[in-house]
């Protein structure tokens, strides 16, 4: 069995090896090694311990994918196998009907689209173009993504693709440390569905939306095809990795960095900003009240 201190020292290891900002291993290192020294973790149990040494990451370095988790079932302490994982997504999509929760005709012949999670472009294309054909002929349409985790960037381009008139506007770029490449995003020239490029969107955001549902707010806000309405969302951009250090902790690594063609930066630790700041229960009404006014409803 590890000790608290073996632990760490693991998961620095992971870190150091995989970190998108090399130039920030020094001052996570020196950060965590000196509370180590102090006795600061010595007494903590696993659950205790992920928590305090994430927060004492996320002082040095505010990465909200950088952590140390603690997973109640037994985790395998073989290398993570990437099909395998990916076999594991795709299972959880296939049985959240590809992340599309809802999608309605309002009043006003508005559009609603509810997406809890962000499905990866080729298994999700079907449900994604099956969702947009329902509101292809609505006036308005309005992207729920308030309890959106987060999911593929395949996927998120997907979803912004459609409101984009062609395939001709790159949306970002994500950038590997381990490959030193830069691969782009662009909208998708063939869909499944008819694009919605020439009327309004509004995406709802909450504190709690994440990740790809993150990047499909801040690309559609920062390319100006969306208001977004409702809260900042949680600031997680980088594409992350897991590495179990025993059955029950895990370290988070993020190995990428997501750039907007756009701003040259993401929304890293500020979140996607809401055009029109609102507590998240009300962000559904706001945007509806905007878009009725909007087409003189």
């Not at 201190?5 to 998108?20: F, P, S």
């Not at 001052?27 to 149990?45: K, N, P």
């Not at 992207?143 to 459609?162: F, I, K, N």
């Not at 095809?225 to 993020?254: C, D, F, K, S």
Request: net charge negative.
């Amino acid at each position: 069995m590890l000790t608290n201190e073996q632990i760490i020292g693991q998961a620095l290891d992971r870190i150091e090896a995989g970190y998108i900002f090399p130039e920030k291993l020094v001052d996570i290192d020196a950060a965590i090694r000196r509370r180590l020294a102090a006795g600061e973790y010595d007494d903590l149990d696993g659950p205790a311990l992920c928590a305090m040494v994430t927060t004492h990451l996320q002082e040095v370095c505010p990465d909200k994918h950088l952590r140390l988790l603690w997973a109640d079932e037994p985790q395998s302490l073989d290398p993570a196998d990437e099909d395998e994982g990916r076999a594991a997504f795709l299972a959880l999509l296939r049985a959240e009907n590809q992340g599309i929760r809802r999608v309605e005709h309002l009043d006003g012949n508005i559009g609603l689209i509810e997406v809890r999670r962000i499905a990866s472009a080729d298994e999700g294309a079907a449900a994604i173009g099956a969702a947009m054909q329902l509101v292809a002929h609505s006036s308005a349409l309005i992207v729920d993504l308030r309890a959106c985790h987060g999911g593929a960037p395949e996927g998120a381009a997907m979803w912004c693709s459609y409101f984009f008139r062609d395939d001709q506007v790159h949306l970002n770029d994500i950038y590997e440390r381990s490959t030193g490449v830069a691969r782009q995003f662009w909208t998708i020239a063939h869909l499944p569905a008819p694009r919605y490029a020439d009327r309004p969107v509004y995406v709802l955001t909450s504190a709690i939306t994440f990740s790809g549902g993150e990047d499909v707010a801040y690309t559609l806000q920062a390319h100006g095809r969306a208001v977004l309405v409702g809260e900042t969302t949680r600031g997680g951009a980088h594409p992350t990795a897991r590495y179990a250090v025993t059955q029950h902790i895990l370290v988070t690594v993020p190995t990428a960095r997501t750039v907007n063609s756009v701003t040259g930066t993401n929304w890293e630790g500020v979140g996607a900003v809401p055009d029109v700041p609102v507590p998240a229960d009300q962000a559904l009404d706001t945007a509806l009240k905007a878009a009725r006014t909007h087409l003189g409803a």
